[in-house]
C-alpha cells in the first residue's frame, strides 16, 4: 500500500513538473521543492495538490487566465543537495516564485534566491529563518507564531514545572531554548529540556526521565511517527494527557487513522483552520479538495491553496508576481484566516491551541 502511494505521488509530481518543460517570457513560472516521499512526506506529500486547486479555482474566482502559471513541483525526499540540484535547474525557467521546505532544504537553497527578485515562501518552522532574507516569505504556521499559543496556554495553566521532550535539530533546539524557551524562564517557570536523536526508536528512557521529574506541564514537539510514540511512552507511565501539549504535527495524527481513544484528552497547538467551526469558508475547500482528491484537506493543503491564491491576485492586481505584489493584496480572507504578514513576510496569527476532547470533538483553547 506504500508502495503505491508512493508511486502515485511520484507520478503525481512528473506530471506537474512536466508543465514547465517549455516556458516563455509571458509564463508565471512557480517552482516547488518538497519532500514528497520518505518519511517527513507524511505531512509535506499532498502540499501541491492544494496548491494546484488554489491556483484554478482563485484563477476562476478572479477570471484569470490560468494557462499563464507553470507549477515546477519536485520531490527533494528531504535531502538538501538534492534541493541544490533542484534548484540549479528550476533556476534556468526564471520562476517568479519559489516554494520549499523543510527548513533544512530551504537554508540549503535560500541562496540561490536571496539577491533575486523571487518570493521565497519556505515551509519551515524555524522561528527567524524569514528574517535573514529580504525575498523570504512564509505562508504556514511555524514557530515564531507558535510559541505564542504555546505562552497564552501556560499564561492560562499556570505550571510551575514544565519538561519539554524535544527533537534534536537545529530549529527545534532554538525554539525551545530561545523562542518560547525565553518566555518561559520569563515567567520565572522550573524549565527541563530533554533532547531525543531523529533516529531514535525507543522512547521509553526519554519518557521515565521526563515523568520522575514530575512537571505539572509536558511539552512534546517533532514529526507524527516521533510524538506518537512519545505520547504512548508517557502514558505507559501513567502521565495523563491533560497535563501534555503537542506540537501541531499531532494534526497528522488526526488524519492517518490513529485511533480517537489514543488522541483523548491532548492539548495541541493548532492552526485555526483545524478547529471546527471556527472559520467561514473551511467546510467549502474541504468539500471541493474532497471532491478532486478522495481524501480530506489537512492545514498543510490549506495554506498551500491560500499560497496558490496569493499568487494569483497578485499577477491579476499588478500583473507581475513577487514579494511586493503579494503583500500589496494583504489582508486577504483566505480558508486558513485572515491572512497578513510582519515586516519579515511571515504570516501571523493563525496559530492557537486545541484540544482533544474525550467526547472526540476539537474546540479551542482560549
Known amino acids: 500500500m506504500l508502495t503505491k502511494t508512493l508511486m502515485s505521488l511520484v507520478l503525481a509530481v512528473s506530471s506537474l513538473g512536466a508543465m514547465v518543460t517549455h516556458s516563455s517570457a509571458d509564463d508565471v513560472v512557480i517552482a516547488g521543492s518538497l519532500p514528497l516521499t520518505g518519511p517527513v512526506a507524511a505531512y509535506s506529500g499532498n502540499y501541491f495538490k492544494g496548491f494546484q486547486l488554489g491556483l484554478d479555482e482563485t484563477c476562476a474566482k478572479l ?4 494557462a499563464q502559471f507553470k507549477l515546477d513541483a519536485q520531490d527533494n525526499a528531504s535531502q538538501p543537495q538534492q534541493a541544490v540540484t533542484i534548484a540549479q535547474s528550476q533556476l534556468l525557467s526564471n520562476p517568479v516564485a519559489i516554494v520549499s521546505g523543510t527548513s533544512d532544504v530551504s ?15 519556505m515551509i519551515a518552522f524555524d522561528a527567524r529563518i524569514v528574517e535573514k532574507g529580504a525575498s523570504r516569505m512564509r505562508m504556514f504556521p511555524n514557530f515564531k507564531d507558535e510559541s505564542l499559543a504555546y505562552l497564552r496556554l501556560i499564561d492560562k495553566l499556570q505550571p510551575k514545572k514544565i519538561v519539554a521532550l524535544v527533537l534534536n535539530s537545529s530549529s527545534n533546539t532554538e525554539m525551545f531554548e530561545t523562542v518560547v524557551g525565553q518566555g518561559i524562564r520569563d515567567r520565572n517557570i522550573d524549565y527541563t529540556i530533554l533532547t531525543y536523536d531523529f533516529d531514535t526508536t525507543d522512547y521509553s ?5 521526563a515523568k520522575e521529574a514530575n512537571p505539572d506541564l509536558f511539552m512534546i514537539t517533532g514529526y507524527s511517527f516521533q510524538i506518537y510514540p512519545v505520547m504512548k511512552a508517557l502514558r505507559s507511565y501513567g502521565v495523563d494527557p491533560s497535563k501534555i501539549v503537542v506540537t501541531m504535527d499531532f494534526i497528522d495524527l488526526i488524519y492517518n487513522g490513529t485511533p480517537v481513544d489514543e ?3 491532548y492539548y495541541f497547538t493548532s492552526p485555526i483552520y483545524e478547529v471546527p467551526g471556527a472559520l467561514p469558508g473551511t467546510e467549502a475547500f474541504r468539500a471541493s479538495y474532497k471532491a478532486k482528491y478522495g481524501a480530506n484537506p489537512s492545514y498543510v493543503e490549506a495554506y498551500a491553496y491560500d499560497t496558490a491564491a496569493l499568487i494569483v491576485a497578485a499577477q491579476a492586481k499588478s500583473g507581475k508576481v513577487d514579494k511586493a505584489s503579494i503583500i500589496a493584496v494583504t489582508p486577504f480572507d483566505g480558508v486558513t484566516g485572515k491572512i497578513t504578514f510582519d515586516e519579515f513576510g511571515d504570516i501571523k496569527g493563525t496559530t492557537t491551541v486545541s484540544k482533544y476532547g474525550e467526547d472526540g470533538n476539537i474546540t479551542e483553547v482560549k
Open 263 to 265: 488522541l483523548k484528552g
Open 205 to 209: 528512557n526519554i519518557a521515565l526521565k
Open 107 to 121: 537554508s540549503a537553497i535560500a541562496p540561490f534566491f536571496d539577491d533575486l527578485d523571487v518570493a521565497h515562501f
Open 63 to 66: 477570471n484569470v487566465d490560468c
